[in-house]
């Protein structure tokens, strides 16, 4: 009777594990709803048909919407904010250009610029301050000192407060803002996206989805005009490449390069509004 108890014990014993090897082990999280912002669970759901221009740096430094392929002066590829991102220095004056297309030079009206950038502070002089202007992503004109847009990190930032100086022209047209008190820009990765609506003939300025300087008048009304555009410059101001893109100036000892990561840069041709701008960070956050 023992013995028939046992070999009993013993059968159902194989059969549930027969029964339970056929099924995987319950996980909760694919059983959670997508994540989900504002009704967006992935950036390229926001405005996909006014993306203009598009640098993953996913180990390539073309723009993925014309393909056009990018003009690398030492730059490098780096873990990036997601993936890959591009890897620049001073100690090699490295940055990055790239031809527009016309849908930048000669078709945009608003725009959205976005990107995530992890500066290195530079201080060989020792003073607690960044050794010369930092250029970030800036689109050139060839005519002028300044470009059609620029956006750079201005002297005097320290690990403690940064100052960021953006600049923009339309025509002969040109306007500047400036966000002083900017923390946590080096060593940390951030996001700076700004946008320029010609129905409202306003600039925008957000750092991390938030809006870091409010919607600023402009001395010019309605679409953009950019003129004698060159490349689009990543990692340095348009005079500090070489040759010099800026006509009649070179290089500048008051201005440096990039040194640190730079990722995720986006054109839009439309000024896209703070909820898609947040969603766009959020999600990003989270490699969506």
């Not at 023992?2 to 029964?19: D, E, N, Q, R």
């Not at 600023?216 to 348009?238: D, I």
């Amino acid at each position: 009777m023992k013995t028939k108890y046992i070999k009993m014990m013993l059968a159902l014993s194989v059969a549930g594990l027969l029964t339970t090897s056929c099924y995987k082990e319950f996980d909760p999280n694919s059983y959670a709803p997508a994540f989900k912002i504002n009704g967006y669970s992935s950036v390229n759901q926001i405005q996909p048909t006014k993306l203009a221009a598009y640098w993953a740096f996913e180990g390539s430094l073309n723009d993925s919407v014309s393909n056009i392929a990018a003009t690398n002066t030492k730059a490098a590829f780096a873990p990036g904010f997601i993936g890959e991102g591009a890897s620049l220095a001073v100690i090699n004056k490295s940055y990055i250009m790239v031809d527009p297309t016309p849908a930048i030079t000669t078709d945009l009206q608003s725009f959205t610029l976005s990107f995530w950038v992890n500066p290195t502070f530079v201080d060989k002089n020792g003073d607690g301050s960044i050794d010369g202007i930092l250029g970030l992503v800036n689109l050139s004109n060839t005519k002028n000192f300044w470009g059609n847009i620029d956006m750079f990190v201005e002297n005097g930032s320290t690990t403690a407060s940064a100052i960021i100086k953006i600049h923009v022209a339309s025509d002969t047209l040109e306007t500047w803002i400036t966000k002083t008190g900017v923390t946590n820009l080096f060593g940390a990765w951030t996001n700076h996206t700004l946008t320029y609506d010609a129905a409202t003939s306003k600039i925008t300025y957000y750092i991390n989805g938030s809006v870091a300087v409010a919607a600023a008048a402009v001395p010019w009304t309605g679409a953009l005009k950019f003129k004698n555009s060159g490349p689009w410059v990543f990692g340095c101001v348009q005079f500090q490449t070489t040759p010099s893109l800026t006509s009649g100036s070179g290089a500048q000892d008051w201005a440096s390069y990039l040194t640190g990561s730079l990722d995720e840069v986006r054109i839009y041709n439309t000024a896209l509004t703070a909820t898609e701008i947040n969603s766009m960070v959020v999600l990003q956050g989270k490699s969506k």
